[in-house]
Structures are given as C-alpha cells and as structure tokens.
C-alpha cells in the first residue's frame, strides 16, 4: 500500500513539476529538441568520465576534444543547406582530401621552387589558403551547376566526385605525402602555438557575452517596437547567464590546459625566461581550428537565418514547387549551396592539414558519413525543410565525443564503428518519434 | 465595362504541348481592368495549364502575350510578378516549413538597411493584411503545415494581394473552404474589383463562378469552345459549352466549338 500511496505522489508530483517545465520552456522559447541533444551530450560526457575513471572531463581532454571536432563541425555547418535542400553530398571526404593535397603542394613545392618564395615567406600561408577556397568553391561550383542546371541527382553527382576528387588527391603527388607545412599555416590546426593564450580566450569570452546580452536587448527593443509578445525578464535574465556562463565556463576549461612541459621549456629559453620553483603554467586557451568553427557556425547561423538567401534555402526544401513559383530562382540558390559546402570544405582542409602538419591522400576518407551523420543527429531532416547549423555542429561534437570516448576506453577499431552506426541509427529513430509526439 | 479599351491581358494564339498531347491548342481569351473573367471547363480542359503560361510557370511553344497592349516575354514566375501578375494556386504553393510571414514575403523579402531579413517588419505587416482577410487568425509563429485548409487559403490570397496586384489568377480559390470562407471570398473578388484588378477565376464548377464574373469562357480538350457575356447566356447554355462544346447563340464561338460542329 506504502509503494501505491509514494508512487502516486511521486506521479502527482511529476505532473505539477511538467506543468512548471513547460511553462519555464515556453517563457524562455528554448527549443526542447536541442536540450536533449545537450542532455544526451551530457549524458555521454559523464557516462565517459565515470567509465574512463576521471579522464573525460579533464581540462586536456575536452581542449583535444574540442580540436578533433572542428573539422567535421565546419562542414556539418554546409551540409544542414545541402540536406535541407533534399539534396546529398558524398564527396566532401574526397574534395577535402584534394584540396588539402592543393593546399599542400602549394606550399611547399609550388611557391618555393616554382615561384621562388623563400621558406617562412609570410605570404605562403595565404596563397595556399586562398587557392586551397578557391579550388574549394570551384569544384563545388561545378557539382552544383550539374545537379541545378542539368538536373542529375545530387546522390550521383557527389557519389562520382567522391571517386574523381579521391582520384585526383592521389594524381597531384602519385599519392606521396606533402609535409611539412608552413609555420604560419600550421596554427590552423591547434597545439600549443596554434591556440590564443589565456589573456585573448578571455578577451573573446568576454565580447562574446556582451554580444549575446546585445542580441537579448535588440531582440526585445524590436518586439517592443511592433508591439509583439515580450518574454518575461526572469527569463531574458536566465538565457543571458546561462548562455555567459557557458561561454565563460568553457574558456576556463581551455585556459585550464597547460602546455606541456617541453614546450615550455623551449618558450622558456628562447625567451629568456627562468622557469620557477613547481613549474611554469602556460596555458593553451581556446585553439584557432575551434575559433575557426565557431566562426563558421555563427556565419553560417547568421545566413540561414537572416539572410534571403538562407530563407530561400528552407523555402526551397519545404516545398520546391512553390519555391519556384513564389519566383526564387532555385537552381541558382542550389548551385550557391554547393559552392558553400565547396568553400567549407576547403576550410576543413586547411585544419586537417595544418593538424596533420602533412597532406596524405587518404586525408578525410569517410569524413563525408561522419559530416553528414552530425547534421543528422543535429536534428536536420533528410526529407528536407527542417535543420538548423547549431545542431548540426552539437552533432559534430556528440559523434566526436562518442569516438574519442571510446578511445579513452580502449575500445578497439571495429567495436567503435559498431557503436558510433548504432547511436547514429537509434539517434534518428528517436528524432522520429519526437517530431511525430510534437505534431 | 468598357470592351472597346485596350485589355489588361490578351493571350492570343496561346499553345502548348505535354508530349504530344496538346494541353492548351490555339487559345485566346483577354481580361480588361475590373473585370472578372471565368474560365470553365472539365478536369483536364487545360484551363490550369492556359493560366499558368500567364504565371510563368510553363513556358508556351506558341502565341503571344500582351500586357496593357504591349507584347510580353514571361519566361518564369519572376517576369510575371513584374508585370504585375499574381497567382493564387490550386495547390496554394505554401512552403509548409515556414511561417505565414515569410510565405507572404516569399521572394520579395522586406530588408533592413544592412540587407538582412527584418523579420519583426514583414510579421507585423502580415499581422496587418492577415487581420484584414480573417481577423480570426493568430497563428503567425507557427509553420503553415499546421494551419487548416481555410488558413492556409488566407494565406496563400494575402500573398497574392499584398503587392498591389494589377491582375490576379484564381485557379479553383474556393476548393478547400466551407461555405462561409466562400462566401468571404466572393466579397473579397468584389472588392478587389472595384479596386480595378482584373481577375480570371477558374473554377470547374460553374455555380461557384457563375454570379461573380462579367465573362466566362469554356474551354474543353485544351481548346476554347467560347467566351461570353454572363448576361447574355444562362447557366443551362453554359453547362452545355462545358459538357457538349455547344457554342450558344449568346457567345462568340471558339476553335473548340468549329471542332465539335463539324
């Protein structure tokens, strides 16, 4: 009789509870989707870090973790427009792989034997970055003409790519190896040299959140303005702390991460600094690959968001008919998508070069599932319309935890791929039953 | 109504061709400012497929267009929009995905000065032409998949009229409502009207139409059996030029008819 009584109150007490977690989702407009992708985040992180004995959840750990994302995470940004377009594209793995073998002949034989640079020349890094955009956007160009003018499936014009720009990485060296890469270049791709220190990861963390309470305040000036519904200011309040606090609290985890012990000595000495008693911390700070995600993520946010041309985009996969007949000209926005993933795809290049210090031509091999199982898992819908770049991107890092967990672990190879296709599948399967209780 | 003046639209000659089937065979019917035009005609007539060729949305293999009396090229949707013309689909043409709001503005996107969408803007000038056609309406934040039928008809002729439409396409703008939402559609036609817009209301059922147009003109397997005054012939006559393509004395015989006659 106790358990009957004690579970029902319990159950009463639930209901009471949801009522006060609905209204709470509804006062802050919180989008309940992407709470659970934080909770299912969560959940893994923690699951790790107890499983792992305490290495998960270490400042190390996560400043690595965080590395390891961001090139699938650029990417994942292009593939929620491709998607949400009912479109594919399979050959980013491979148009990676070439432009990253581009980017890396440029230079270390095109412009220093070629064109008589002289090594550390400051322009190097540059012109390889710019040629490694534009092969990037051209090659992209290219897909997207096929698949928007002469009207061949986007599944078969990338499924060839992927064979053609894997071909072609191996066709610019006959698949040797181009190492090393330039100094400058190589900061694209993390390591003590390659973050910003602790002082500038403060500085950003700091802008960022004025940024974000600027973003709140606009917002509610222009709902004033046309006389809309204002959120309450408990939860305008709420957002805007959470969101700083985040903010904050991850730049404390990457000025939590010192570097190692060598290259402090070698800093140490080259600038005549005696290292004292215990140690010197330096810390690493946020790394430039992960400023250079974030980057892509706000920019593409911003375009999916505000822009025409990311209306059109949602426009386009809700309903291509009347995308068409509203008079967008959609072949052209779908030929601009591609050469989005293009230019998004070079720039993942540049951070798996630059992380790699080498260019192999097997670099970013089956990147193309990875990319597009984080836009997926992140919530962007395959029959189209329906994706935002926020969950593509959280998507990328939930893959990328679930990886990098395992090795921790010690999971071998074969087991990991097993778990990362299951999650994958389950994660959708979840998804779908979501959206059809939400309707 | 003034029929000697220079029509709003006069489609002439108009033909095209699905794979060997000729959707719309040498077709001609004009509209004149604050006329209303219907086009009658079975499932399959080609009265769509003649309308839009005037959209845009198919490009014709023959004839000609003329807008205020001058030859128009409408290569696509866009070029008919400039010359102020509007369309209402049978299918509404809603991007379900997204809000009333930006379905509205679809295309003709309201900016702020750094070229951004001004969202806050095109909803409360969606609020306002919403709050107009049916004050009951108050689902702006949602996708219009969610809407009912009746919303989602708003919405699709909010769309249509919100851009000072000079000539606006009506194909089947009554199929999804109940009788009162028709009813508010018939005034709305009147309305509009009055304000000088030429509109061609297509429609296969005659009685939907018959009361609201100054013209109908019938057209059957792509042809035009005739065109006439809605004084001049009764709804009797007109279900027979639907039906049979029997030309009545009251209206001015198409190619169709000649076809069925001899």
């Known amino acids: ?439 | 109504m003034d029929q000697t003046s220079t029509p709003l639209v006069d489609m002439k000659n108009i033909s095209i061709a699905f794979g060997g089937i000729r959707a719309v065979d040498d077709a001609s019917v004009d509209l004149h400012a604050g006329e209303v035009v219907a086009l009658l005609g079975h499932n399959g007539a080609g009265k769509s497929t003649l309308i839009k060729i005037l959209s845009g949305a198919y490009k014709r293999d023959g004839g000609s267009i003329f807008v205020n009396g001058e030859e128009v090229s409408i290569g696509n949707p866009r070029d008919a929009k400039k010359y102020g013309i509007e369309t209402i689909y049978q299918t509404l043409a809603l991007a379900d995905n997204v809000d009333a709001a930006a379905n509205l503005f679809l295309g003709r996107e309201l900016r702020t000065a750094w070229g951004t969408l001004d969202d806050v803007a095109m909803e409360a000038e969606a609020r306002n032409v919403m709050g107009r056609l049916n004050p009951r309406f108050q689902r702006f934040k949602e996708p219009v998949s969610k809407l009912s039928g009746g919303q989602r008809q708003s919405v699709a002729i909010a769309r249509a009229i919100l851009f000072n439409a000079r000539i606006l396409i009506m194909d089947e703008p009554t199929a999804a409502l109940g009788p009162q939402e028709t009813a508010q559609v018939g005034e709305l036609v009147k309305q509009l009207k009055a304000d000088g817009i030429g509109i061609f209301l297509i429609s296969h059922d005659i009685h939907d139409v018959f009361d609201l147009a100054d013209r109908v003109c019938v057209m059957k397997n792509g042809q035009v059996v005739g065109t006439a005054r809605t004084q001049d012939v009764t709804k009797d006559e007109v279900l027979g030029m639907i039906i049979l393509g029997k030309c009545p004395p009251g209206a001015i015989p198409g190619p169709g008819a000649m076809a069925i006659a001899a």
């Not at chain 1, 690595?64 to 929620?80: I, K, P, Y």
């Not at chain 1, 390889?128 to 090659?139: H, S």
């Not at chain 1, 004292?276 to 968001?305: D, N, Q, R, S, Y």
């Open chain 1, 1 to 439: 009789m106790t358990d009957v009584t004690t579970s029902e109150s319990a159950d009463r007490a639930r209901a009471s509870e949801l009522g006060a977690v609905a209204r709470f989702l509804k006062a802050t407009e919180i989008d309940t989707r992407m709470l659970g992708m934080v909770g299912a985040l969560l959940v893994i992180w923690i699951g790790f870090h107890i499983l792992s004995n305490g290495l998960f959840l270490t400042p190390r750990n996560l400043w690595n973790l965080s590395v390891q994302s961001s090139s699938v995470a650029v990417m994942a940004t292009g593939m929620v427009l491709v998607i949400v377009t009912r479109n594919i594209d399979l050959s980013v793995g491979s148009l990676l792989g070439f432009v990253a073998m581009i980017m890396g002949v440029t230079q270390t034989v095109f412009l220093p034997r070629v064109m008589g640079f002289s090594l550390g020349d400051p322009t190097i890094w540059m012109i390889a970055l710019a040629a490694g955009l534009v092969v990037g956007v051209v090659i992209g160009a290219f897909q997207g003409f096929l698949i928007a003018y002469l009207g061949i499936p986007a599944f078969i014009v990338t499924l060839g790519g992927l064979l053609v720009w894997r071909g072609a990485a191996w066709w610019v060296t006959s698949g040797q190896t181009v190492a090393p890469m330039d100094a400058t270049f190589r900061l694209m791709g993390g390591g003590p040299e390659g973050a910003i220190g602790a002082t500038w990861s403060w500085v950003i963390g700091l802008v960022a959140c004025v940024a974000v309470i600027l973003m709140l305040l606009s917002g509610r000036r222009q709902r004033k303005r046309f006389k809309f519904p204002l959120r309450p200011v408990w939860a305008e309040v709420f957002l805007g702390t959470v969101t700083c606090a985040v903010i904050l609290g991850a730049v404390w985890v990457a000025n939590s991460y010192p570097w190692p012990a060598g290259t402090v000595k070698k800093y140490a000495e080259a600038n005549n600094i005696t290292i004292p008693e215990g140690g010197l911390f330096i810390a690493h700070g946020i790394a430039i690959p992960v400023l250079m995600a974030i980057a892509a993520g706000i920019i593409m946010t911003f375009v999916t968001t505000r822009t025409r041309f990311g209306r059109y985009v949602f426009a386009i996969g809700g309903n291509p008919e009347a995308a068409e007949l509203a008079g967008i000209n959609t072949r052209w926005v779908t030929m601009k998508i591609f050469m989005v993933m293009g230019f998004l795809a070079a720039i993942s290049a540049a951070i798996s070069t630059a992380r790699l210090n080498a260019a192999t031509n097997a670099q970013g091999t089956l990147d193309e599932l990875l990319v597009i199982a984080a836009a997926v898992i992140g919530g962007t819908s395959l029959a189209g319309g329906v994706g935002t770049v926020a969950g593509a991107m959280l998507g990328a890092l939930l893959m990328q935890s679930l990886q990098s967990g395992m090795v921790l672990l010690g999971v071998d190879t074969p087991l990991q791929n097993i778990v990362v296709g299951l999650v994958l599948v389950v994660a959708v399967w979840l998804d779908t039953l979501y959206r059809r209780r939400v309707q």
